[in-house]
């Protein structure tokens, strides 16, 4: 398997491999998947395989530490992290480098 498949196959599994309580970025995940200018491409593949795969997609955050979704979803995710134990800060940021995973 090789191009856009093979690439957000790659992208999946890395999303597996994020341990409870950990968070990885979207640039991180695009990075370890080879290459990482493809952050809108790890958006696509959760959106597109999260519940197919059963992906722990509230795991995958923005670079600044932050949730991207609005309303009800950033809710839902801030809730499931916070289940796993990944704590915030009164800004909405979780401190990256005591929940960053680093695969």
Do not use: C
């Not at 950033?74 to 704590?87: C, K, N, S």
Request: glycine share 14%; hydrophobic share 45%; net charge positive.
């Amino acid at each position: 398997m090789s191009g856009p498949d093979a690439f957000s196959a790659r992208i999946a599994g890395i999303i597996k491999r994020i341990p409870r309580g950990r968070v990885a970025t979207y640039g991180q995940v695009a990075a370890m998947a080879g290459n990482p200018r493809a952050s809108r491409l790890v958006v696509w593949t959760l959106r597109a395989l999260s519940e197919r795969e059963g992906l722990p997609w509230h795991r995958v955050i923005n670079s600044k530490g932050t949730i991207s979704l609005a309303g009800d979803g950033g809710r839902i995710q801030r809730g499931l992290l916070e289940q796993e134990g990944v704590r915030f800060d009164a800004a909405g940021r979780v401190a990256l480098d005591l929940f960053q995973w680093r695969g």
